[in-house]
């Protein structure tokens, strides 16, 4: 990365085994003082306008200061700072400030075509947001302790887990994640956030009537959150590769995270990153219809990473199975007053009603379309982000090994859930989907809150490999690293 002034038109930048060119059109669109990044991964340049490179180095800074200062703080300090927001948050007068900013937000959105699932911040999410930060509070985890020890003749060698330092975290338009990130202070560290522009008003009104006043109340260092208040993607660049971030985590679309992922690992600053899900179901010949029925309905309750995007049914059973994963989804879309939008592979057409015409609820309006498409494996890579239709693919497989050489060639490694009786065929596919999350039921456990009563900062799938020594859920409490101290008492000690 360099300033604007030290490049000219048909300068070559060489990262990594990439040659990419300077254009005169990008070179136009540079002004004094901004900054040019080459990635690598997209053999492409990007232009970090001079006003973020201000925003970004300040909040870095103030978020290094405050890591510094938290060191000094109590454990009952920060719980009390987790007390104190989620009183606020309850507080309906100090709610509202969010709520105006959130309609906003949200209106700004829909007359852009964009989906506003995730964006509004009803009273669910504000529960779940308040449960969040209670759960912090509550918390049995202290920043800096004792993990093992190894005892030598006149010395003692201990291992003890400690903060990490400033995290830096850029997550989609989804107001809840703020009362999840949080979490990573009750570990000790700092957080640098920039949220996606659809969100940024509820952001700044949450930082403004929650977080900062909390931190007051706590008296933590109040650079121990920030948020970078920009609506440029280059915010994003710009903070993942700044070497004072101890950790970048980032959370979106697949294709904006695994560009962000690059720039910081080509930066040197270590990266954990959380992008497309898309759960899959994978029925077993033996699998009972009352609990398939159940286990598909709560699978389609609301559109987010763990909804069930695809379902396997044994060839052999799709006369059986097919009309009860369609009377299931229709039960889940009836609650939102739709009806399911059905993509149909390997013939599981034949099994689903014929020439029906629904009103699909997309991001930029209602749209007339067939209920049932007919597609092909090779789609099933895709992920529905429907608004208000329950969508998901049904295919049908010639046997369990199929189902699984599907599953491990187009999903995005992440949620497969096995619905059989039969043990061995439950643990056969245990084993050989990679997939970081398996259950025998619905799918929408995978949930850090839910499932492990941590808020989650969020879910890593397996198709960039797996992980080192640690869950595909990403907590406030997994942000650690591990310091070696040694205790001498033989001042002749020696080697």
Known sequence: MANQQTFQVGDRFIIGQQIIELSEEFHRSLAADDQVL???ATKSLKRIPSEVISL???????????????????????????????SLLADDEAFAVIDDANKLDVADARSRGRS???????????????????MWRDADMIPSFKTDEVVHNGWSVEQWRAPLGVVGFVFEGRPNVFADATGVLKSGNTV????????????????????????????????????????????????????RIALAVARGSGEAVAELGSIAQQSGVPVSLHGTGGAW??????????????????????????????????????????????????????????????????????YLPQKTVISVRRADGAHEEEQISVSNESALGHEFEWEENPEFFIVLTESTEHAMRLFNQYSPQFVVSAITDDE???????????????????????????????????????????????????????????????????AGLHR
Not at 319 to 339: D, H, W, Y
Request: net charge positive; charged share 20%.
């Open 424 to 490: 061995s065929e439950s643990e056969l596919i245990w084993n050989t989907c990679n997939a970081p999350f398996f259950g025998n039921g619905f799918t929408r456990w995978v949930d850090g809150q839910f499932a492990l009563l941590r808020p989650e900062l969020g879910l890593s799938n397996w198709q960039s490999g797996r992980l080192f020594s640690r869950s595909g859920i990403l907590s406030g409490d997994s942000a650690f690293t591990v310091r070696l101290r040694v205790r001498q008492s033989d």
């Open 38 to 40: 080459a990635v690598a």
């Open 192 to 243: 640098v956030f920039r949220i996606g522009s659809d969100a940024l008003r509820t952001a700044k009104a949450i930082m403004d009537v929650v977080i900062v006043p909390a931190l007051r109340r706590a008296q933590l260092p109040e650079g121990s959150v920030q948020l970078i208040a920009s609506r440029e993607h280059a915010a994003g660049w710009k903070l993942f590769s700044d070497r």
């Open 116 to 134: 506003t699932t995730r964006l509004v911040l009803d009273p669910k999410m504000r529960s779940d947001m308040i449960q969040a930060f209670h």
């Open 281 to 350: 179901m994978i029925v077993g010949e033996s699998a009972q219809l009352s609990e398939l029925s159940q286990y598909v309905e709560h699978s389609l309750d609301r559109k987010v990473c763990n909804t069930m995007n695809v379902i396997c049914v044994p060839v052999s059973k799709a006369s059986i199975f097919v009309p009860v994963i369609l009377e299931s989804a229709t039960r889940a879309a009836g609650k939102r007053n739709t009806a399911p939008r059905i993509h149909a592979v390997n013939g599981a057409e034949k």
């Open 56 to 86: 970004v180095e300040r909040a870095v800074a103030s978020a290094s200061d405050a890591f510094s200062g938290l060191a000094h703080c109590s454990t009952e300090s920060v719980n009390s700072f987790f007390d104190a927001a989620g």
